[in-house]
């Protein structure tokens, strides 16, 4: 688990400040009234259990996505320099976490053992927003992704730092 971004993105409601200053509410479609209403039994709202759940597995998608995106340009599979990648660049990557566990929250809502109307009459309006979501969350990934300055990051003192295998190559000259 990625502890460095735990509580990075918060729920207004939640005791504390979000490190990033992005909340989950924040989101269209998403509010504290409609995360209340799809908690199941187990997931006391009191203690944002639901939110709790939705941000440790929004936590470990992004690990997954992120090595996935990565090594569109980079090659790379030492666990500890990605880990450390992701918490040395963590203000970079903070939008695309946001919009990711906004579309994880949706998945939240769309699985939810409750019945009332987010969870059954809005079903395509969610499935909309998660679509949606996870869009914004690739766009700004590969944005992130080519801001990390590999260069400057001391997750490769013990291994060989990653170079990007790019096609494109943009040469400037002058006239």
């Known amino acids: ?7 990075y993105i918060g729920l207004a409601s939640s005791v504390g400040t979000a490190e990033s200053g992005l909340y989950l509410d924040a989101l269209p479609g998403i509010n504290i009234f409609n995360v209340t209403k799809i908690a199941d039994k187990g997931q006391d709202y009191e203690g944002n259990k639901a939110f709790d759940d939705v941000e440790k597995r929004t936590i470990a998608k992004f690990r997954s996505l992120f090595i996935t995106e990565f090594n569109r340009c980079h090659k790379l599979y030492n666990r500890d320099a990605i880990d450390c990648l992701i918490c040395e660049n963590k203000e970079l990557f903070a939008v695309s976490l946001w919009y990711l566990m906004g579309a994880e929250m949706c998945e939240e809502f769309l699985r939810s053992d409750r019945i009332n109307r987010h969870t059954t009459v809005d079903r395509q ?40 295998k790019s096609f494109v190559k943009v040469v400037q000259t002058c006239p």
Do not use: H, R, V
């Not at 688990?1 to 509580?7: D, G, P, Q, S, T």
């Not at 766009?139 to 730092?161: K, P, V």
């Open 1 to 7: 688990m990625l502890n460095c971004l735990l509580n």
């Open 125 to 164: 309006k969610i499935k909309e927003s998660q679509a949606s979501f996870l869009d914004a969350f690739y766009s700004e990934i590969s944005t992130a992704i080519l801001g990390i300055d590999l260069n400057g990051s001391s997750c490769f003192e013990n291994i060989e730092q990653p170079e990007c």
